[in-house]
């Protein structure tokens, strides 16, 4: 049975209420708890803080600079490569938002020990095999899966993919990722449970008049140990200590460049009627004898002098003098 107030209580109660001075406490305890309170979904929990995000992004987006320059060099004509999304979703959310079919790898990562998915739009995909074959970068009227002859040619393209985006990474960690595999039909690939969340990024790629899309997934679990080294403060770092010496890139580039390199057996001059009536058999007496040192010449520049002969049954020349401009160069 509820209890009876008094008469006594029943004025303090309306004495209260026309103060204001209860219902004061019960607003302030109630914004309190309100500010307490931050809204979870459990579908879609958010496992990645928005500064990791941050530096995903900023990753990726060097990612895409150096898709754009490859793709631009390769294809010979302008590419636009820019990153449009970072999303942290579950895995069969990612798996619903794949075409079917499509172009899809997994990136084997060795130094985080897991999978990741690379995916190339099967418009990107064929516009860049017909430029490779010398067309113009027709699209298709209809999509269709790629053929065995199709798949050699983009496979090697996507493991250029593969070293950028290792590029990209190697301010955080070696990524060292590498293609495993290759799949079509996206129902075919289980890398993370369906619940598990992930990070997903997704590239939009412009080439004259077709838009495709590279998009990546990394599964949360592959990225958990990683996530508390990317920081501003590290990024800075590593990029302070791994910045190249200026001298040491252009000695490395100088070391692999490819120059011709000949020897000149001799000249003669002769009129233009000596040519024309030259015929088989005919003999051109040079200057030089069978004794001299003959030059050699390097990019069309002497540099050397050497003797001529046979070297493992093939013809060869023996240096036996170097020119003086080129000590001075290498001094």
């Given at each position: 049975?509820?209890?009876?107030?008094?008469?006594?209580?029943?004025?303090?109660?309306?004495?209260?209420?026309?103060?204001?001075?209860?219902?004061?406490?019960?607003?302030?305890?109630?914004?309190?708890k309100?500010?307490?309170?931050?809204?979870?979904?459990?579908?879609?929990?958010?496992?990645?803080?928005?500064?990791?995000?941050?530096?995903?992004?900023?990753?990726?987006?060097?990612?895409?600079?150096?898709?754009?320059?490859?793709?631009?060099?390769?294809?010979?004509?302008l590419?636009?490569?820019?990153?449009?999304?970072?999303?942290?979703?579950?895995?069969?959310?990612?798996?619903?938002?794949?075409s079917?079919?499509?172009?899809?790898?997994?990136?084997?990562?060795?130094?985080?020990?897991?999978?990741?998915?690379?995916?190339?739009?099967?418009?990107?995909?064929?516009?860049?095999?017909?430029?490779?074959?010398g067309?113009?970068?027709?699209?298709?009227?209809?999509?269709?899966?790629?053929?065995?002859?199709?798949?050699?040619?983009?496979?090697?393209?996507?493991?250029?993919?593969?070293?950028?985006?290792?590029?990209?990474?190697?301010?955080?960690?070696?990524?060292?990722?590498?293609?495993?595999?290759?799949?079509?039909?996206?129902?075919?690939?289980?890398?993370?449970?369906?619940?598990?969340?992930?990070?997903?990024?997704?590239?939009?790629?412009?080439?004259?008049?077709?838009?495709?899309?590279?998009?990546?997934?990394?599964?949360?679990q592959?990225?958990?140990?990683?996530?508390?080294?990317?920081?501003?403060?590290?990024?800075?770092?590593?990029?302070?200590?791994?910045?190249?010496?200026?001298?040491?890139?252009?000695?490395?580039?100088?070391?692999?460049?490819?120059?011709?390199?000949?020897?000149?057996?001799?000249?003669?001059?002769?009129?233009?009627?000596?040519?024309?009536?030259?015929?088989?058999?005919?003999v051109?007496?040079?200057?030089?004898?069978?004794?001299?040192?003959?030059p050699?010449?390097?990019?069309?520049?002497?540099?050397?002098?050497?003797?001529?002969?046979?070297?493992?049954?093939?013809?060869?020349?023996?240096?036996?003098?170097?020119?003086?401009?080129?000590v001075e160069i290498?001094?």
């Open positions: 049975m509820a209890e009876i107030l008094s008469q006594s209580e029943i004025d303090a109660l309306l004495s209260d209420i026309e103060s204001g001075d209860q219902l004061e406490e019960v607003l302030e305890t109630s914004t309190q309100n500010k307490q309170v931050s809204v979870y979904d459990f579908r879609h929990p958010k496992i990645v803080s928005k500064e990791h995000l941050r530096i995903l992004q900023m990753i990726h987006e060097r990612f895409a600079k150096l898709v754009e320059s490859y793709l631009t060099t390769r294809l010979r004509t590419v636009d490569a820019k990153l449009i999304a970072v999303d942290q979703v579950t895995y069969s959310e990612f798996m619903l938002s794949m079917d079919p499509s172009c899809i790898y997994i990136l084997r990562l060795e130094n985080l020990h897991g999978e990741a998915i690379l995916e190339i739009t099967l418009p990107l995909v064929f516009f860049i095999v017909d430029r490779l074959f067309g113009e970068g027709s699209s298709l009227d209809k999509i269709r899966e790629m053929t065995l002859i199709e798949q050699k040619v983009i496979e090697k393209v996507a493991e250029q993919f593969s070293t950028a985006l290792n590029t990209a990474w190697e301010q955080v960690i070696p990524l060292d990722s590498s293609i495993e595999l290759y799949q079509s039909r996206p129902s075919f690939i289980q890398i993370a449970p369906l619940e598990e969340m992930v990070i997903s990024l997704s590239l939009e790629v412009n080439v004259q008049e077709t838009t495709g899309f590279l998009n990546l997934c990394f599964p949360f592959v990225l958990e140990e990683v996530l508390p080294k990317m920081t501003s403060q590290q990024m800075v770092r590593s990029r302070i200590k791994k910045a190249p010496d200026d001298k040491q890139v252009i000695s490395s580039r100088i070391v692999r460049a490819n120059i011709p390199v000949h020897v000149e057996l001799g000249r003669k001059q002769i009129s233009l009627r000596e040519l024309v009536e030259l015929e088989i058999g005919d051109i007496k040079l200057d030089t004898r069978i004794t001299d040192d003959l050699i010449l390097v990019n069309n520049i002497e540099r050397f002098r050497g003797r001529p002969g046979i070297h493992r049954d093939r013809v060869a020349v023996k240096i036996v003098q170097v020119e003086k401009e080129r290498l001094d």
